[in-house]
């Protein structure tokens, strides 16, 4: 059982990880318009206990992106400068729904196996039943 | 058959098998985006199972001397050679998502014979 379990635990902590991943990127999207925004990116890291892989996965430090700041052209912003023009986000809205389909993607893939090893568990107990 | 229920120790060895299978496949999928995670597999059941040690000194009882490592520990997952991508990443969703698919298939094939092996042998004592 404990194997089964293990499986569960670590679907779970896959969907969880996709899922605060969706969360940076619809803050991402959110802010698009934010003069001075920095797009936020969280990387993906295994979790590794007394120095062996658990295959657990966790998200690690949400970081900003360093990218340059787009320059907008509007003079009559408030925050415009004196050639006329401030400092956008940094967020691609064709980066940031990428990143959302294969967040989805990967959150669908590990929700399947989850129902998949529920299913073999429950397999399992069934005979017991009997 | 049933002399030392051999074919019951089978199914459960290849439903644990299934099961470790399970476990390495959901660590695949999990990582499926963690930047440098190389994907990791446990060879399919026949092969382990041709690699166990046979033979030596057999075990009736759990306190018994044991000749080998036994089972479970000859299904050690191994990294596969699959191209990694960019990020160092070499987990394939599809490749991953047929294991599974193949796993459950192997999980309820053992489970099946596995009850049906306590069926006849209900039957055998005279219970249905």
Redo the contacts between chains.
């Keep these: 059982m404990t194997e089964f379990s293990d499986a569960m635990s670590i679907a779970a902590s896959g969907m969880k990880a996709q899922a605060s991943r969706l969360r940076h990127v619809s803050e991402n999207i959110a802010n698009t318009d934010t003069p001075g925004y920095r797009r936020k990116i969280v990387a993906f890291e295994e979790v590794i206990e007394s120095g062996r892989a658990t295959g657990l996965v966790e998200t690690g430090r949400v970081r900003l992106d360093r990218a340059d700041l787009e320059r907008v052209h509007d003079p009559s912003h408030p925050l415009a400068d004196e050639t006329g023009s401030y400092e956008g986000s940094n967020v691609n809205l064709l980066i940031e729904i990428a990143d959302a389909r294969e967040a989805q993607r990967s959150y669908e893939a590990n929700l399947k196996l989850f129902d998949q090893v529920r299913q073999m568990s429950s397999s399992l107990t069934e005979i017991l039943r009997k | 058959m049933f002399n030392s229920l051999d074919v019951l120790q089978t199914a459960m060895d290849m439903?644990?098998h299934?099961?470790?299978r399970?476990?390495?496949?959901?660590?695949n999928?999990?990582?499926?985006?963690?930047?440098g995670?190389r994907a990791r597999s446990i060879a399919p059941f026949s092969e382990v199972y041709d690699s166990a040690p046979t033979g030596g000194l057999h075990r009736t009882r759990p306190g018994h001397l044991s000749t080998g490592q036994g089972f479970g520990s000859a299904a050690r997952p191994e990294f596969t050679d699959a191209d990694p991508a960019p990020n160092g990443n070499s987990v394939s969703?599809e490749q991953?998502?047929l294991s599974?698919v193949e796993?459950?298939r192997e999980?309820?094939r053992a489970?099946t014979i596995?009850?049906h092996s306590?069926e006849v042998l209900r039957l055998s004592i005279g219970r249905r």
């Design positions: 439903a644990r299934a099961g470790a399970q476990a390495v496949t959901a660590a999928l999990a990582n499926a985006d963690t930047p995670y969703i991953e998502m599974a796993i459950g999980h309820s489970l596995y009850q306590l």
